[in-house]
């Protein structure tokens, strides 16, 4: 394997295992009650939200031009849409008071929790599946930038890392309430930080060679319509459900905000020639 790809592939599982850091804040502590996992299931959605509009749809926008950029964008929102209608999703539960719980015991309790439990679980694997999605560019850019030098590469991994740690507590949060299990949020956590190196890989031995730029650009567009179509059809309803709807929006704006001005640090990480 050529040096160069070995160096890139080296500070790109430094940026892409920053998620088990973040990973590893959440099973330090322990599992949050429904409230504050829908307020950080909103938190996590607004961080989604932003990758994908502001980041890949608005850079294939950039690169292939505002018609195809789009036709791109919701082609992925069409493709996701379809596939998800084979995927078998459970059904959302009431979440229970105290009345509910009288009236039933704490056997009706338990079957509604188990519900929950369930749902996020499933919710957290479709983030796990959107946070893979979105690095793959990422380890892209990482061997891009190692090829122009060492100190550009460096430094662009260490950003990468700064802004996956909080993607790593949007993958690991939601499967550790459901499962209670530390290790399987933590190693769901830590494979879809491994998504970059993989990208690296790809760019090595794909690109340029045998896919065009404007091709690459209008399939990460799409996959900004994925993520934008999985988060507003899986994570959400979660959000609204458990922290109600004026809660889980403001949570949606702030993870927002923290993403974009990730994304800002980034992009300033960047050579002038290069984009993420």
């Avoid at 590893?24 to 322990?30: D, E, P, R, S």
């Avoid at 719980?101 to 338990?110: H, I, R």
């Avoid at 993958?171 to 949020?185: D, G, I, N, R």
Wanted: aromatic residues 10%; proline residues 5%; hydrophobic residues 55%.
């Amino acid at each position: 394997m050529d040096s160069q790809v070995l160096v890139a592939l080296a500070l790109s599982l430094v940026g892409g295992l920053s998620t088990s850091i973040g990973a590893l804040f959440v099973v330090l502590n322990q599992a949050p009650n429904l409230k504050m996992l829908g307020l950080l299931q909103g938190f996590a959605a607004g961080l989604m939200l932003s990758i994908s509009f502001f980041d890949l749809a608005h850079n294939a926008i950039n690169a292939v031009g505002f018609l195809k950029g789009n036709l791109w964008f919701f082609a992925g929102v069409i493709f996701f849409a379809i596939v998800a209608n084979f995927i078998p999703e459970p059904t959302l539960a009431p979440i229970p008071d105290g009345k509910s719980k009288k009236k039933n015991g704490d056997e009706g309790g338990k079957d509604i929790m188990k519900k929950h439990r369930r749902q996020v679980l499933f919710s957290g694997i479709i983030t796990a599946i959107g946070i893979s999605l979105h690095n793959f560019p990422e380890g892209m850019a990482v061997f891009l930038g190692s090829m122009k030098g060492l100190r550009v590469g460096v430094n662009l991994a260490l950003a990468i890392a700064l802004h996956n740690i909080p993607e790593g507590v949007a993958v690991a949060l939601p499967v550790y309430f459901a499962t209670q299990s530390k290790w399987t949020a933590f190693k769901l956590a830590t494979l879809s930080g491994l998504a970059e190196p993989l990208g690296v890989i790809l760019v090595a031995y794909l690109f340029p060679s045998s896919l065009s730029p404007e091709i690459l650009e209008g399939l990460l567009g799409s996959v900004g319509g994925v993520m934008a179509f999985l988060t507003l059809h899986e994570m959400l309803p979660l959000a609204f459900d458990y922290a109600g709807q004026k809660q889980a929006i403001k949570a949606v704006f702030c993870g927002m905000a923290f993403m974009s001005a990730s994304l800002y640090f980034l992009q300033i990480s960047l050579p002038e020639d290069m984009s993420l």
